[in-house]
């Protein structure tokens, strides 16, 4: 069976870039079937964030995407001493190795190597300073360094002792990396990628607060898991290799791994809150759907090799295949994303559009207003709320703007008039409240406008744009017929009066 996981470190919110390698790890495994899990790394305890784990969790679900153990995920703090016992296990096998060196130490030779414009690494000091028998720890005879007694008096007090006992604080565990030849790796996206395993550092994999790095526990719990692919951004491929090795050395089967391409700001450089990219709750605060968002995120990098552009999950999941991922990096769009809530907001039932809103207003909105907001124009739920109760406010405008620019005041000021003069003479009825319509209809109130137009000799742009500035305040607005439904005819009128008044 098909299994992926999706495996954040708990450092603050799930953004947009850990979100979609959820996504798409999820999609992957529900089209074959399969079965998709959360994992938790937290053994950089520096970087933890608290609260981390709950956000993480919430923000999957609000988006939809349910793990299998979505009620107690896997927490690598948990699992210290399954880490601690397979690295002393390489360690036994001659695959791993203690090492002692102190920090100073590995400083200077980081200094050394800049000034010899060398590229940074360890440079194996301890790579065959200890020879482990079984649970024994003895100098081997190729070392020369005569520390290496205080070494291993740090070590072990005995010759009798479990290497698991030994005491964090004094030696890290790295894995033996091949001094030469080819590292191959079998890309899902990318195909066949080399790496030289002589640029290849032996990398700490038991740190010395006995807490595991990412890459032994990676692979250890992607074993025990029975993960069968691995799909992670493709800042995590350099590491590939050494995990490669890792399961060589355990005798594992490994998994096929998948690097997405990275997504990168309009600019083409490195995405974040300039370009707009923020974390998924804060999209679900601002007023976006999970549909928009689910949408958005699919077209960072997948293509559907159709015209299709609207997906529900479902659909997302009969469809995906890892075959139709871009190789080249994905561009983040703040207006593609507005594009696609727009639309999601527009397709919402009214009664549940008022409900979203209404979390954004300081009193209930009318189902008028709903109507409004559902015509479009509006990226999401905040700013058509912020609209809704700005149009609520008298509007604060210049008197200049009521003129068209094909327009003149004596025009502007007729058009006004006409207009003010013929709803008040009309059989409509005077609606009050929001939510009285009756009479006061845009069907109505557009052959109003129009034949102030016709019967005054006028152009549209005499009537219809003063009529509109007057109502909103704005240069661009709704229509002034939807302005003049939601405000209602007194509203309108008292509206109009002002503009009138502001003309002189």
């Known amino acids: 069976m098909i299994k992926t996981r999706f495996a954040p470190s708990p450092t603050g919110e799930l953004h947009l870039g850990g979100a979609r390698t959820a996504l798409f790890a999820?999609?992957?495994?529900?089209?074959?079937?399969?079965e998709f899990?959360?994992?938790?790394?937290?053994?950089?305890?520096?970087?933890?964030?608290?609260?981390?784990?709950?956000?993480?969790?919430?923000?999957?679900?609000?988006?939809?995407?349910?793990?299998?153990?979505?009620?107690?995920?896997?927490?690598?703090?948990?699992?210290?001493?399954?880490?601690?016992k397979e690295a002393f296990s390489l360690v036994?096998?001659?695959k791993a190795y203690i090492c002692t060196c102190s920090k100073e130490k590995l400083a200077r030779?980081?200094?050394?190597q800049i000034k010899a414009k060398k590229p940074a690494r360890y440079e194996g000091h301890c790579r065959e300073k200890f020879q482990v028998t079984s649970n024994k720890i003895q100098v081997n005879s190729k070392c020369t360094n005569p520390n290496v007694q205080k070494d291993l008096e740090l070590l072990c007090k005995t010759a009798d002792f479990k290497l698991e006992d030994m005491k964090e604080g004094n030696y890290v565990i790295r894995m033996k990396m091949p001094e030469n030849g080819k590292i191959i790796i079998n890309d899902?996206?990318?195909?066949?990628?080399e790496f030289d395993a002589a640029l290849l550092d032996d990398q700490i994999i038991l740190k010395s607060d006995g807490y595991p790095t990412y890459h032994l526990a990676s692979v250890i719990d992607d074993h025990l898991m029975g993960i069968t692919e691995v799909i992670?951004?493709?800042?995590?491929?350099?590491?590939t290799p050494k995990h490669q090795i890792l399961y060589q050395a355990f005798g594992w089967q490994a998994p096929n791994f998948a690097h997405l391409p990275m997504i990168l700001g309009s600019d083409r450089s490195k995405l974040s809150k300039r370009h707009g990219a923020t974390a998924v709750l804060e999209y679900r605060q601002a007023g976006y759907l999970p549909e928009a968002v689910i949408n958005f995120m699919v077209f960072l990098g997948w293509n559907p090799k159709n015209e299709q552009e609207f997906f529900t999950l479902e659909e997302l999941i009969r469809e995906f295949d890892l075959k139709n991922i871009n190789l080249s990096p994905a561009i983040f769009d703040q207006q593609k994303l507005d594009f696609y809530n727009e639309h999601y907001l527009r397709q919402l039932d009214p009664d549940e559009l008022k409900k979203r809103l209404d979390v954004f207003a300081d009193d209930e909105f009318s189902l008028l207003e709903i109507e409004l907001i559902q015509r479009g124009g509006y990226p999401n739920l905040e700013i058509a709320a912020k609209y809704l109760k700005q149009l609520r406010r008298k509007p604060n405008y210049d008197s200049e703007l009521l003129i068209f620019k094909k327009s003149d005041r004596e025009k502007t000021v007729k058009g006004l008039e006409d207009t003010k003069y013929k709803i008040l003479h009309s059989a409509l009825r005077a609606t009050m409240g929001r939510q009285d319509t009756n009479g006061w209809e845009a069907e109505n109130i557009q052959k109003i406008l129009e034949s102030v137009v016709s019967e005054g000799g006028l152009s549209n742009g005499d009537v219809f744009w003063p009529v509109r500035v007057a109502l909103s305040g704005e240069e661009r607005s709704p229509s002034p017929v939807e302005l003049a439904v939601v405000l209602g005819k007194k509203e309108t009128i008292e509206r109009i009066d002002r503009a009138i008044e502001k003309l002189g």
């Open 188 to 193: 899902l996206i990318r195909g066949k990628i």
């Open 37 to 84: 899990y959360l994992r938790i790394e937290d053994t950089d305890r520096d970087r933890l964030v608290a609260g981390s784990i709950e956000r993480i969790i919430e923000s999957l679900n609000w988006m939809g995407i349910e793990a299998e153990n979505a009620g107690k995920p896997i927490i690598q703090s948990e699992r210290l001493e399954i880490y601690k």
């Open 109 to 112: 030779d980081q200094e050394a």
């Open 232 to 239: 992670r951004s493709d800042e995590w491929l350099p590491s």
């Open 92 to 94: 036994r096998a001659g």
């Open 26 to 34: 999820y999609l992957y495994a529900k089209n074959r079937g399969g």
